[in-house]
């Protein structure tokens, strides 16, 4: 029973407010070339995530929501350079809340460790997090508003999230938004689904080059795809084939190098030196398997 409880809370106070979780996900990805601007140098851009989310039941109106998430990418960060590996772990600790029928919740802090992971000190690690409030129109469609913020190796970030998830009546046609971080539009056909779907990113991390003073990526991404999704095992086990564009540009700054503040697309006191050329843009392949639990066939089960 306590189990049963536990997914109706992480399914009531996930950010996208569907009748399902994504208890666990794992993905793979690789950019055919990245090229340095102004150069005829280029990197490929290797990456591997890893994640998972459960809750913690408190009362009838409060779960605790714990996780983790992991994440490696792998590539050249000057033209002449090494690969460079970087990783990020962060941990998620927050508290879902139901307020009514219509309104509740979801605060969530996320510590995180991101470097290469060489000599690692208080440098590496960053503390942020995200507060939403999400309204039930009707059984379709769900809003949220919502305010993600994290300090970063260069400064401040913070961005406005305001969304919508909304699911047909005949269970095919799926739209789930949290703009501008990310985006995601389905249509099931079946055992399998198609898809088009959007993620920006803004991260940093501390690099400890041999013979080098300290400096830190600033990495900023923008990632369209078009995709095909299996949806096997009664729907509980997806796995999902993407091909798309990705922007992937690791800016090198030094050390306290810093912004004042960064508030979604727009820097405010930028006046940093970049160490390394830009990267251009490149087309990116993806493969991810998620597990995915049904809410509405525990809720069948039970009656």
Known sequence: M?????????????????????????????????????????????????G????????????????????????????????????????KLGLASTWSKKWSSTLVLLPKIA???KNISNDDFYLGGFALLKYKRNDNLKYRFGLYGSQEAFGLFTTPIIGWYYLSPNKRFEMDLSLPISADVSYKLGTITIGIDYFGI??????????????????????FASYVQ?????ESLLLRAKAGYSS??????????????????????????????????SIFLKV???????ITKLDNKKD
Do not use: C, W
């Open 288 to 294: 991810e398997a998620i597990y995915r639990f049904h």
């Open 248 to 281: 992937n540009n690791y800016e090198m700054y030094a050390e306290n190098d810093e912004i004042d503040l960064g508030i979604s697309a727009f820097t405010f006191g930028d006046n940093r030196t970049q160490l390394n050329p830009n990267l251009q843009g």
């Open 230 to 234: 299996f949806n096997t095992f009664n």
């Open 115 to 117: 470097s290469d992971y």
């Open 2 to 50: 306590k189990l049963v409880f536990a997914l109706l809370f992480l399914v009531s106070f996930s950010i996208s407010a569907q009748e399902y979780v994504d208890l666990f996900r794992i993905g793979y990805s690789q950019t055919l070339k990245n090229n340095f601007e102004n150069t005829n140098a280029s990197t490929n851009v290797e990456s591997f995530d890893i």
């Open 52 to 91: 998972f989310t459960f809750p913690v039941v408190l009362n009838k109106n409060h779960a605790l929501i714990t996780g983790a998430d992991f994440s490696l990418n792998s590539l050249q960060l000057f033209p002449t350079a090494e690969i460079t590996n970087l990783y990020s772990t962060n941990l």
């Open 202 to 223: 803004g991260r940093s991390y501390n690099v400890n080059s041999k013979n080098t003073s300290k400096m830190y990526a600033d990495l900023s991404s923008l990632e």
